[in-house]
Nanobody, 123 residues
Framework: QVQLVETGGGLVQAGGSLRLSCAAS????????MGWFRQAPGKEREKVAT????????HYADSVKGRFTISVDNAKNTVYLQMNKLKPEDTAVYSC????????????????WGKGTLVTVSS
């Protein structure tokens, strides 16, 4: 049974940092592209970052480039999102996802989804 479980969300002040973790089980992690996506209230779900489990290549949304870093630990089947210099507009539910796809893929390329963790950035 495939499971993706996110942890690490919370409340942080603007300019602060958070690290999200996603523990995956039930599939061969290194074969997948793993990613973080977010959905703010009243908005569509959008891609934040993706990483290839096989070669480590990454792809970021323009809005987070230079501030967020995605990484993966294949031995632990865990993907991370380090978020620095957070802004109020980063407030959203952040979800982890995985799919057999290309690293530039978006929402529709993902096969499995976690339930998400809430990140709130206060001004």
């Amino acid at each position: 049974q495939v499971q993706l479980v996110e942890t690490g969300g919370g409340l942080v002040q603007a300019g602060g940092s958070l690290r999200l973790s996603c523990a995956a089980s039930g599939f061969t992690f290194s074969r997948y592209v793993m990613g973080w996506f977010r959905q703010a209230p009243g908005k569509e779900r959008e891609k934040v970052a993706t990483i290839s489990g096989s070669d480590g290549r990454t792809h970021y949304a323009d809005s987070v480039k230079g501030r967020f870093t995605i990484s993966v630990d294949n031995a632990k089947n865990t993907v991370y999102l380090q978020m620095n210099k957070l802004k109020p507009e980063d407030t959203a539910v952040y979800s982890c996802a995985g799919g057999i796809t290309v690293v530039t893929a978006g929402v529709y390329g993902m096969d499995y989804w976690g339930k998400g963790t809430l990140v709130t950035v206060s001004s």
